[in-house]
T-cell receptor, first 110, second 115 residues
């Protein structure tokens, strides 16, 4: 079963604009992770935020986590055509499975 | 670090046939995971190995599915008597055994098509 729900399901913006994707989840977590998937490829890990953290940055990525609302957001600044992909949030509990949302399909228009 | 390798990349077979996929994780990773992903959906967890021990199986993994990791290195996922509903991308991932907060590294998957 899929725990996370991403919003929006699809997002199309112009190159150079910022893209924001949101994720909600249902149960308690140890961490929340964001992954990127290009068409026909595997998932690439982007960033991990622990349950006791509220914000994390990595290059053009900014992730926030609100455990009281069971939600997270991923911001990509100054988007590029190469950022076109599907983005998934996944919640982790312990060392075992990740539970993924359905993803946001991001399209960056040149 | 050569990444997670999966073979084959694509498999087309007739309904009722058996298929086997292979995953080679990153060499120093003790944890290995299998996921299934259908079109337009996120990956769904199938099973997890810590070294050679299979520690968790999803109820999605019916008795037609079996996974092994005999020496704690590579893993195989076998589907017997394939059905149309088995058509999906099968993804393998591995991670280091250094606490709870380790990212998983994914292979490019095996796309299975059942005719």
């Amino acid at each position: 079963s899929q725990q996370g729900e991403e919003d929006p399901q699809a997002l199309s913006i112009q190159e150079g604009e910022n893209a924001t994707m949101n994720c909600s989840y249902k149960t308690s977590i140890n961490n929340l992770q964001w992954y990127r998937q290009n068409s026909g490829r595997g998932l690439v890990h982007l960033i991990l935020i622990r349950s006791n953290e509220r914000e994390k940055h990595s290059g053009r990525l900014r992730v926030t986590l609100d455990t009281s609302k069971k939600s997270s957001s991923l911001l990509i600044t100054a988007s590029r055509a190469a950022d076109t992909a599907s983005y998934f949030c996944a919640t982790g509990r312990g060392a075992q499975k990740l539970v993924f949302g359905q993803g946001t399909r991001l399209t960056i228009n040149p | 670090d050569t990444g997670v390798s999966q073979d084959p990349r694509h498999k087309i077979t007739k309904r009722g046939q058996n298929v086997t996929f292979r995953c080679d994780p990153i060499s120093e990773h003790n944890r290995l995971y299998w996921y299934r992903q259908t079109l337009g959906q996120g990956p769904e967890f199938l099973t997890y190995f810590q070294n050679e021990a299979q520690l968790e199986k999803s109820r999605l993994l019916s008795d037609r599915f079996s996974a092994e990791r005999p020496k704690g290195s590579f893993s195989t996922l076998e589907i017997q008597r394939t059905e149309q509903g088995d058509s999906a991308m099968y993804l393998c991932a591995s991670s280091a055994d250094r606490g709870w907060d380790q990212p998983q590294h994914f292979g490019d998957g095996t796309r299975l098509s059942i005719l």
